[in-house]
């Protein structure tokens, strides 16, 4: 029942099926293996140690064994069935882990920089995502008296939600902040964006304010598009929570209900405009914003490697391909993860592009959790390639009901065969962003990297090029279908154009979008041809 469905979302769940069997049981008159996907609402992705081994057990008991780290720092479970449903999510509760408000049309789960870094200013940033996401969770007790064994409140007065209403939002809604200088966590891509300014002294002063931002988009609908964020304003500290919920409210007064396809707040902003909102911000809010600060990007980091953290403690960050802990031939990477995490009991972050960083370690003991890592064959940052270390894939198929083709099972082959090819043009050691979707949705943000695949039929991609390693530009499309086996054919005469034109410390992107997408179109066509 769709609207069953579309409640469950809400509580941190959808409904899937396993599209692997669909046939097979189609045609001996069986329904589909129904299951569900269960998530988590980590903010800024920070978890104990205690609370990733639950989730590693859950895996276990009542999920396919794995667990998938998300590119909003959150933890999923695939494969739970209908019946450890209430057990998954009443337990996840007791280790103090919620999934209300992970799936829906709510505040989802609010991303900051995961460094864990022993700095004042970066724990108060991060401290700001824990804030803001409790504040703007909702406050509805159905989630506690369905799933945790509340009491049930008798009342004949609908329970009306205080911030988001009868009718909640028009569609999801999503928070990130940024560390200035770092845009590790794509925050031009959010429905909020929040950059924070430090003083001189590198005191927390407050946030400047981006909105408007989304990479979803529907096929074969020209009104959908992905957008970034626009700059809003600069607010102080102390009023940034109400600042947050005053732009969630104007979302939900004025957001289309009448068109989902574009019932995201960027559609809003790019209707009627950034100084409209701004006016209904402000009537909300009861202050001006200021106006933005400068802000520069530096560099994108992904964290990865030994990194010190203060008081002779490191902490390391762990490359986890396409954010799938599993173990997979040679790489055991869940028995691993279990064994670090059970021996150094350290602070877990989770980071936006879907590893994992261990907090706490030890000087004297790097050497043995090194050791760790080569007994269950986990690579360090330097035994990765540039192009599997900047690569992402969503989920895709066999449990997302949208996916139109395949993402994570068939990238790790496009980024190997990738990697062959630039290592024979001597350009290994170009950080190049690459990240491949199952459906035009862009759950791993393809809009916004240098080499965007999208899924656009079964087995074929929409190839976008151009966008920034700073994540400040959109990807724009160069063809519409490439299949999946001429990917790297298609790539080779512009890697090997990159090769002899770029000019120098010049990024793929940036020469993308310097040569144009029309001379790059016309490079192609030998190359579609052949």
Not at 177 to 193: E, T
Not at 323 to 338: E, H, T
């Amino acid at each position: 029942d769709d609207t069953v469905h579309n409640l469950l979302k809400f509580h941190g769940f959808y409904q899937q099926d396993d599209r692997d069997l669909r046939q097979k049981l189609t045609k001996e008159g069986k329904e589909k293996h129904y299951m569900f996907m269960v998530r988590t609402k980590v903010p800024g992705g920070k978890l104990t140690w205690n609370q990733y081994l639950t989730m590693n057990d859950f895996a276990d008991r009542y999920a396919n064994g794995t667990l998938r780290i998300t590119t909003r720092q959150g933890i999923q479970f695939h494969g739970v069935i209908k019946k450890n449903l209430k057990t998954v999510i009443k337990s996840l509760n007791e280790a103090m882990i919620t999934t209300l408000g992970a799936c829906g049309d709510i505040e989802r789960n609010v991303v900051s920089c995961p460094a864990p870094l022993e700095d004042r200013t970066r724990a108060e940033i991060q401290e700001y995502a824990k804030k803001i996401s409790d504040h703007l969770l909702p406050k509805t007790r159905a989630y506690h008296e369905i799933w945790l064994d509340g009491e049930k409140v008798t009342s004949t007065e609908q329970e009306i939600e205080p911030l988001y209403g009868k009718s909640y939002l028009p569609r999801k809604f999503k928070t990130t902040i940024a560390f200035p200088g770092d845009n590790c966590v794509d925050v031009y891509a959010q429905d909020l964006g929040l950059v924070a300014v430090l003083e001189k002294a590198g005191e927390l002063k407050g946030f400047n304010v981006l909105v408007g931002g989304g990479l979803g988009m529907t096929q074969n609908k020209v009104e959908t598009h992905p957008l970034l964020a626009k700059p809003l304003g600069y607010v102080g500290k102390e009023k940034i929570v109400a600042a947050a919920e005053a732009v969630i409210k104007v979302h939900r007064d004025y957001g289309d209900r009448e068109n989902r396809k574009r019932a995201r707040l960027k559609y809003l902003i790019e209707d009627r405009g950034i100084d409209w909102f701004y006016a209904e911000v402000r009537k909300h809010t009861g202050f001006n914003l200021e106006p933005i600060t400068e802000m520069k990007w530096d560099h994108t980091d992904d964290h990865l490697g030994w990194f010190e953290i203060g008081r002779n403690l490191h902490y390391f960050g762990i490359f986890v391909e396409n954010g799938r802990i599993q173990d997979a031939g040679s790489v055991r990477m869940k028995s691993g993860l279990k064994k670090l995490v059970e021996v150094f009991k350290p602070e877990i972050r989770l980071t936006p592009q879907q590893n994992i960083l261990l907090s706490g370690i030890p000087t004297p003991r790097k050497s043995e959790f090194e050791r760790v890592l080569k007994e269950f064959g986990i690579r360090t940052e330097k035994e990765l390639s540039n192009t599997e270390r900047w690569s992402m894939a969503c989920p895709a198929l066999p449990t997302c009901g949208l996916a139109i083709a395949e993402a994570e099972r068939v990238f790790p082959k496009v980024v190997d065969d990738l990697e062959k090819e630039i290592v024979g043009l001597s350009l290994q050691n170009e950080k190049i962003t690459i990240r491949m979707t199952g459906c035009p949705n862009g759950c791993a943000r393809p809009y916004t990297s240098e080499i965007g695949l999208v899924g656009s039929t079964l087995r074929s991609y929409s190839l976008y090029l151009g966008g920034n390693f700073e994540g400040t530009r959109l990807a724009q499309l160069v063809l519409p279908v490439v299949k999946e086996e001429h990917v790297v054919k298609t790539l080779s005469p512009i890697l090997k154009l990159f090769k002899s034109e770029r000019k120098s410390s010049e990024h793929f992107g940036d020469f993308c979008m310097r040569k144009g997408i029309s001379e790059i179109q016309k490079l192609l066509k030998p190359a579609i041809l052949s």
